[in-house]
């Protein structure tokens, strides 16, 4: 295979995953839950969400944060009583990150309202371009070791195609 398509798949990723791109992409997502919730602030919640129980050191390297800014976002969040604490059996000088059932229930909410956004956004492509795009893109998470954890199974990597909404 020659590079080219590397080269493209990289500039595409590299759009993908500017912040402005995940802004724009999650701004009408999280409109319906400003009150404490932005851009800035939702990654923690999802990562939460999705490698919880964690603590604030594990969540800051998955998120490429500093610890102190992810447990300063982790007291906002848990203030507003979408995440709670509790002590880390395993280091009792840390605490354990999770969703609280309302936490759930925004990113759940998040997520739908995020799948509808994408679908709308392939819907005009020709048939089956988006399933190719789909399949491509959850081989080549899995081929970099990027394969996504069930919320409700902390740390368990699944299959995506058993990524469902409830």
């Known amino acids: 295979m020659n590079t080219e398509i590397g080269t493209r798949i990289e500039v595409g990723l590299r759009e993908l995953l500017r912040r402005d791109t995940r802004e724009r992409l999650y701004l009408s ?3 319906r839950h400003q009150d404490v919730l932005d851009a800035v602030r939702y990654p923690a919640l999802a990562g939460i969400y999705w490698y919880g129980p964690i603590n604030a050191a594990g969540l800051g390297r998955r998120l490429g944060l500093d610890r102190t800014v992810v447990s300063r976002y982790a007291a906002v969040l848990e203030k507003s009583g979408r995440v709670r604490r509790e ?4 280091d009792k000088r840390a605490s ?3 969703v609280t059932d ?3 229930a925004i990113m759940e909410d998040i997520r739908r309202h995020l799948a509808t956004v994408i679908t709308d956004s392939v819907s005009d492509w020709p048939e089956g371009l988006a399933l190719a795009f789909a399949e491509g893109l959850e081989r080549f998470a899995s ?3 990027s394969a996504p954890v069930d919320p409700g199974m902390p740390g368990e ?3 995506y195609t058993h990524l ?3």
Do not use: K, Y
């Open 102 to 104: 309302d936490g759930r």
């Open 164 to 166: 469902t909404l409830p």
């Open 87 to 90: 002590p880390d059996p395993s």
């Open 157 to 159: 990597a699944v299959s």
């Open 96 to 98: 354990l990150l999770s």
């Open 143 to 145: 081929a970099t070791g």
């Open 29 to 31: 997502a999280l409109d």
